[in-house]
Each structure stands twice: as C-alpha cells, then as structure tokens.
T-cell receptor, first 114, second 114 residues
Framework: QQQVKQSPQSLIVQKGGISIINCAYENTAFDYFPWYQQFPGKGPALLIAIRPDVSEKKEGRFTISFNKSAKQFSLHIMDSQPGDSATYFCAASIRGGGADGLTFGKGTHLIIQP | DTEVTQTPKHLVMGMTNKKSLKCEQHMGHRAMYWYKQKAKKPPELMFVYSYEKLSINESVPSRFSPECPNSSLLNLHLHALQPEDSALYLC?????????????FGQGTRLTVV
C-alpha cells in the first residue's frame, strides 16, 4: 500500500509558468513533509519542507501548500526555469524521536520548455 | 558542511564478488540510512542506523550487509549479488530528535551487477 500518492507522473510547463505537483498521504502519524529535487545521476537534494502546524511555506520561487484536513500538500514552482527540469519527489516521515526514514511519492518528471 | 560523501561513484561487480560501498558525513548526524533507487522510481529504504545501532531493516536480503563503524561512517557490504540488484545506492543522514530535521543524501553509487 503506497502511503504517499504523487501526481502528475510527468509535467511539461512553459518557461515563466507555474509548476504544480500534488501529494496526498494516508498515515495521520506523518508530520514532516519534505520535497526533494533530483537530477539524472545525482542524489535527491532537499528543496523545501513543511510541518503540519503551518499551511504554507515559501522559499524563493518554491512554495509548499499544506491542507491537514484533506491530508494533501503541494509544491508550487513560480516563474519556472529550464534549470528546474528534474524529477521531484514528495516525502513524509513521522516525528517522535528516533530515525525512521522517509516514505517517498513515486515522483514527478518536470520539463520546463524554453 | 552539509555533505554526505559516497564512494565509489560507480561499481561493476560480478555475481561472485564481494565489494563494499562507503558513506561518510561530518554533520554530527546520528541517524544514517541506506536507500536503493531503480531507474524512474523513488528511493526505497533499506536500513536505518540510529546512534550506530541498526534500528530498521526493511526485509533486505542477507546478501546486503550494513555496518556502522562510528558516528560518521556507514558501509554496505555486498556479496553474491544478482543482476536485479543493479541500482543507484544512496546514503543519507539526519539528526535524531523530536524536531525532525532534514535528511541529506549523498550522490549515490551506481552499481551494476554482471
């Protein structure tokens, strides 16, 4: 059973446009939600993360929107650039001390067309 | 320094070989992880070490043997692998605390089993 569902699988956006990737989770124990960006042949790099006590977090062109009641969160990339072309993974983990690893969504392959 | 260093970057091994993957971090993180990533798929958690003790083993075959010699190092010993074990192997680290902090990934080791 996949615990974090991510959509769309692939996305093409024109340069300067807004890229939107959505994720939904089932496990209400999740309380940390990071987004990772991965370029081919590289490891995932943390982009931005949110905890459920806030509804939105913005860092530069990247914004996470979080809806706790709907158990959904999304990544918005404003003014998308060709250099943003990569695979994006949402993820979730559980607080409470200890290390438990991340549960990842299946990923979104984003292409920004010049 | 937010770097997780993995060596080697690429590894080709035969099914009867024994090899080791190495991971190092100097961020003072006391949780370290091994993930396996197949092409166009999200990372899959294999092992978690917390305070140098194995805390999670996600039903990984015994041909993969993790080791955490100290708080900065993590090894993955490989023996009698199968071609389907070919993948990108990622190491990650994070703090171990109730205030969940970011997990940082290395660049990975691209493993090919022939």
């Amino acid at each position: 059973q996949q615990q974090v569902k991510q959509s769309p699988q692939s996305l093409i956006v024109q340069k300067g446009g807004i890229s939107i990737i959505n994720c939904a989770y089932e496990n209400t124990a999740f309380d940390y939600f990071p987004w990772y960006q991965q370029f081919p042949g590289k490891g995932p790099a943390l982009l931005i993360a949110i905890r459920p006590d806030v509804s939105e977090k913005k860092e530069g062109r990247f914004t996470i929107s979080f809806n706790k009641s709907a158990k959904q969160f999304s990544l918005h990339i404003m003014d998308s650039q060709p250099g943003d072309s990569a695979t994006y993974f949402c993820a979730a983990s559980i607080r409470g001390g200890g290390a438990d690893g991340l549960t990842f969504g299946k990923g979104t392959h984003l292409i920004i067309q010049p | 320094d937010t770097e997780v260093t993995q060596t080697p970057k690429h590894l080709v091994m035969g099914m009867t070989n024994k090899k080791s993957l190495k991971c190092e971090q100097h961020m003072g993180h006391r949780a370290m992880y091994w993930y396996k990533q197949k092409a166009k798929k999200p990372p899959e958690l294999m092992f978690v070490y917390s305070y140098e003790k194995l805390s999670i083993n996600e039903s990984v075959p015994s041909r993969f043997s993790p080791e955490c010699p100290n708080s900065s190092l993590l090894n993955l010993h490989l023996h009698a692998l199968q071609p389907e074990d070919s993948a990108l192997y990622l190491c990650a680290s994070s703090q171990v605390s109730q205030g969940r902090t970011e997990a940082f990934f290395g660049q990975g080791t691209r493993l090919t089993v022939v």
